[in-house]
């Protein structure tokens, strides 16, 4: 089963602005995850944030994280047409095992 | 960085055959890989944890003896479909990791299966 909802399912958004994808989830989780899969690819490892954690930076990406509203949002600040990817994120209940459960995943275009 | 290959990237099969899929780490060592299945425009579902060494673990609703997985070492684990039918095409991805760094899983570049 599905353990993230991603929402919007579809973002279209202008080269230069910046675009805000968020996840809900319904369990306790150890960490979450973003993910990017440019079509008919694999995955490429975004970003991890832990579940004592609030907020993380990379690059032009910011994720947040609020585990009492079980939600996380990714930002990618002054996007580019290269962001143009299905982006998804990813809960890990149980370290010991460390699988995860993706959400649907928002398919983000960037106009050039 | 911590690479992970797929072979093949394609595979077109006949109804009734079986396909095996390799799933390599190259420059690490990985006591778990991941088996995922992905269908157009949808997100991943784990099929089953493959352990070095030991059965794999499936997934409920995966069929262990349809999708035979084998892990014969630290760099390799193998996804068979067994009797492949149509509605086992499907895009098949990887992942594994590192040996003592549970929270990071790096994924294969996947292969797109088409049985015919």
């Known amino acids: 089963s599905q353990q993230g909802e991603e929402d919007p399912q579809a973002l279209s958004i202008q080269e230069g602005e910046n675009a805000t994808m968020n996840c809900s989830y319904k369990t306790s989780i150890n960490n979450l995850q973003w993910y990017r899969q440019n079509s008919g690819r694999g995955l490429v490892h975004l970003i991890l944030?832990?579940?004592?954690?609030r907020e993380k930076h990379s690059g032009r990406l910011r994720v947040t994280l609020d585990t009492s509203k079980k939600s996380s949002s990714l930002l990618i600040t002054a996007s580019r047409a290269a962001d143009t990817a299905s982006y998804f994120c990813?809960?890990?209940?149980?370290?010991?095992?460390?699988?995860?459960?993706f959400g649907k995943g928002i398919t983000l275009s960037v106009r050039p | 960085g911590a690479v992970v290959s797929q072979h093949p990237s394609r595979v077109i099969c006949k109804s009734g055959t079986s396909v095996k899929i390799e799933c390599r780490s190259l420059?690490?060592?990985?006591?778990?890989m991941f088996w995922y299945r992905q269908f157009p425009k949808q997100s991943l579902m784990l099929m089953a944890t493959?352990?070095?060494?030991?059965?794999?673990?499936?997934e409920q609703g995966v069929e262990k003896d349809k999708f035979l997985i084998n892990h014969a070492s630290l760099t390799l684990s193998t996804l068979t479909v067994t009797s492949a039918h149509p509605e086992d095409s499907s895009f098949y991805i990887c992942?594994?990791?590192?040996?003592?760094?549970?929270?990071?899983?790096?994924f294969g570049p996947g292969t797109r299966l088409t049985v015919t």
């Open positions: 990813a809960t890990v209940v149980l370290l010991a095992n460390s699988k995860l459960t």
């Open positions: 493959s352990n070095e060494g030991s059965k794999a673990t499936y």
């Open positions: 944030i832990r579940s004592n954690e």
């Open positions: 420059d690490f060592q990985a006591t778990t």
């Open positions: 992942s594994a990791h590192r040996s003592g760094n549970p929270y990071e899983q790096y």
